[in-house]
């Protein structure tokens, strides 16, 4: 945790470079200049302080890269200009035309989507879904043509988390490269590639970013090669860069990303506690419960837990609706990992197989707690069970 501290307020900022600034500057410029024709040819993108053209490098996000790298435990970071820009310069990256892919059945939607509509008809690639948690399914799943794992854990709407170092110890065994989506958890709770993981992936727009004001995602990975190439390739040739203005606003996210996130999580760990204590409520899915069904393996391998949880009323669908249009403090949103409380029913319109996958039903709610305070929380939450 020291040198996570570090990371967050320092790492990259290097004071005698800019005027001893404390906040580095926003580099908004689109390119670099030489004195000489020699010097501009002689450029390396991937050594420090060297830069040409903004689609492949800039000095802003190239302090960001640095922060993230440090605090993820890899040789490189690379940030991108969305969680689905960086999603898919890895797979693109990893895979080739007719590449086979082991995916987790609840990964985010969009990656499936990405995975169902483009890679399979267009690029000839075929994907197994597994659940991550049967270790002898994932066995099974494994072919010669097997290049990536798609990995999420705690995983999207029921927060089912799989043994990370079990799952990649199958993958290294084959030779297949794994990726994971540790945005729910950030750098600070959970550290993948200290796990086996290859590839981590965040969006910055939740935590990282932290105001609701920024789209942006980033790679991180011990694998200085398998960078280069992501860098090089997915990312100039796709132009799928992270601006610098976007790089600037995480890196002001970085700076308060450890407080926010203890503050969340105490915040959710009562309202938890709470929504297991309603009557109405028939189950709540929460890593920091006791009751979660994976406890081991979140105590070894999380530190802390976040503030994204999702339960479900004892009542119909039509009637959870209702309910989350109750709350006055929780926003309807799509997304999260801001200063603003969010409920939403993401199921609602789900179809029957992956209600089934989940276990759940269509009412599922899913909760994202703010910063608007607990006690407000809690009193916006006792107002919209008094109308069920």
């Known amino acids: 945790m020291k040198e996570d501290l570090i ?162 110890a199958i993958a290294k065994k084959h030779g297949i490269k794994t990726y994971i989506d540790n945005t729910c958890l950030t750098p600070i709770y959970q550290k993948p590639l200290e796990l086996g993981v290859d590839i981590v992936m965040h969006t910055m727009s939740k935590y990282i970013g932290g105001h609701s004001d920024i789209i942006g995602g980033v790679l991180v990975s011990k694998d200085e090669g398998l960078m280069r190439k992501i860098i090089g390739e997915m990312r100039e040739w796709l132009g799928g860069v992270l601006g610098p203005m976007e790089g600037w606003l995480a890196i ?62 004892d009542t119909s669908p039509e009637k959870a609706v209702e309910f989350i249009n109750k709350l006055h403090y929780f926003g309807k949103g799509c997304s999260w990992g801001g200063f603003e409380s969010l409920a939403l029913c993401p199921l609602y319109k789900a179809g029957q197989e992956e209600l089934d996958f989940l276990g759940v039903g269509r009412g599922l709610i899913r909760l994202y707690c703010g910063l608007e305070g607990t006690e407000n929380l809690l009193e916006d939450l006792d107002k919209a069970f008094l109308s069920l």
């Open 7 to 168: 990371a967050l307020t320092h790492t990259g900022d290097e004071y005698g470079k800019y005027l001893n600034a404390v906040v580095p500057p926003v580099f908004l410029n689109s390119l670099h200049v030489f004195e000489t024709f020699e010097e501009y040819s002689q450029v390396d993108i991937f050594e420090e302080d060297q830069f040409v053209y903004g689609r492949s490098s800039n000095p802003t996000i190239h302090i960001l890269e640095r922060k993230i790298a440090q605090l993820e435990h890899g040789a490189r970071a690379a940030v991108f200009s969305s969680g689905m820009a960086a999603c898919t310069a890895a797979i693109m990256g990893v895979c080739s035309s007719g590449s086979h892919i082991i995916c987790m059945k609840d990964v985010y939607q969009p990656v499936k989507r990405f995975l169902n509509q483009v890679c399979i008809p267009r690029f000839k690639m075929q994907v197994t879904y597994v659940t991550g948690a049967d270790l002898e399914e994932i066995e099974k799943a494994v072919r010669p043509d097997t290049a990536l794992m798609i990995l999420e854990s705690p995983a999207t709407f029921v927060f089912r988390v799989i043994d990370l170092e079990a799952v990649t």
């Open 252 to 313: 002001r996210g970085l700076r308060t990303l450890h407080a926010r996130l203890e503050q969340h999580q105490r915040t959710a760990m009562e309202i938890a506690a709470y929504l297991e204590k309603q009557d109405k409520v028939r189950k709540v899915n929460y890593t920091g419960l006791e009751s979660h069904p994976q406890r081991d393996i979140i105590k070894k391998q999380q530190s802390g837990h976040t503030s994204l949880m999702s339960f479900e009323l």
